[in-house]
């Protein structure tokens, strides 16, 4: 079976529109927002943090590993975080199976991808923000882009971890199938 089949009985994978998902992301770094600031709040709390700059390595990795938890469980219980699922988006395997915390947690490595390298130029090359902010939006820019140049329509860092975002149809509310 190739890896864009769908399984037998199934509808075929779809992959949405590059706008559908970079508004799945926008929407998605809003909940993130709430999600870091009680995992900000909790460790600055339980550590009696009264410095920014006290135990700042260890609020990244703690923030790290909560975002980890995050999508880790979502992808890999049912494949949508809230706002996949506002937008009928799915992430699975490949071939269309739903995923393992495994490859999960593989995604969310290779997620970075969209972030990391651009900001690690910010130190190499002593960048001021501004200069860090404009090669930030082109890197995003071209990441987005590139998946134009994919023939499944998939980002670069789904090819990686041999998952695919698809479109998902809408749940019918029950009350209007039993009408009709």
Do not use: C
């Amino acid at each position: 079976m190739s890896a864009t089949a769908p399984a037998i009985g199934k509808p075929p994978l779809r992959a949405p529109t590059l706008r559908r998902r970079l508004a799945t992301m926008l929407y998605e770094a809003v909940i993130l927002f709430g999600v870091v600031f009680l995992a900000g709040y909790l460790f600055s709390t339980l550590t009696q943090q009264r410095n920014g700059l006290t135990h700042h390595n260890w609020l990244m990795a703690w923030i790290g590993i909560v975002l980890a938890a995050y999508f880790v469980w979502f992808w890999s219980h049912g494949g949508q975080t809230l706002p996949m699922k506002t937008w009928h988006l799915k992430v699975v395997y490949a071939h269309g199976r739903p995923l393992r915390p495994g490859r999960a947690f593989a995604r969310y490595l290779l997620a970075w991808l969209w972030f990391l390298p651009p900001l690690a130029l910010h130190p190499l090359l002593s960048l001021a923000i501004p200069q860090t902010l404009v090669v930030f939006a082109i890197w995003v820019a071209l990441w987005a882009a590139a998946v134009r140049l994919d023939p499944a329509r998939q980002f670069l860092h789904d090819r990686l971890a041999g998952t695919r975002i698809v479109a998902v149809a809408p749940i019918v509310a029950r009350s209007k199938r039993a009408a009709k």
